[in-house]
């Protein structure tokens, strides 16, 4: 998709309904052991929570939206390294008729300026490898910052931002410990 039929935005109070069905379509197939996604998807019930969390930074929660429809959606909020601020993305998500074509490679790139141009240190999330590493990121370890699970590996991932070169393990938002 060209990157000029797409415009990315903040989040805004009316998008709410439908980022929880775009999330809900975007989750709802086979998870990679191949077991059944729940219903609603956790993405959906998480992305709820974060919404209405003290750790929620409305700028930081974005929708892609083509020809007036929202076709993808971020957030991005407050976690911790050690003591220090962090930032924990995700979900994202892509509506299926529209993955594949740039849409979540354009808020993740967003999501980044943003979070550099707040002064941010470090973005962390749980994902492929072989995806976000495009973006920059790495597998966490490999910066000093230990995932909030151990099992994750490769799969835990984070970025540093403008000369952070804090370390330790990472905490997400609240919401996130009560999956």
Known sequence: ???QEMRIRALRDDDHEVVAGLLAEAFSGPQPD?????????EVVLNTALLGSA??????????????TVVGY??????????EPALGLGP????????????????VRE???LAEARGEGLVALLGDPAYYGRFGFVTSTELGVAPPEPAWGAYFQAIRLGGSSSV????????????
């Open 74 to 83: 971020c957030i991005t909020t407050r976690g911790w390294l050690g003591d």
């Open 34 to 42: 191949g077991s059944p996604a729940a219903s609603p998807p956790v």
């Open 1 to 3: 998709m060209d990157e």
């Open 168 to 179: 330790g393990a990472f905490r997400y938002a609240v919401p996130f410990d009560e999956l």
């Open 55 to 68: 750790e929620f930074i409305p700028e930081l929660a974005l929708v892609a939206e083509r020809d007036g």
């Open 92 to 107: 994202i998500g892509v509506a299926p008729g529209v993955q594949r074509l740039g849409v979540g490679s354009a808020l």
């Open 111 to 113: 999501t980044l300026r």
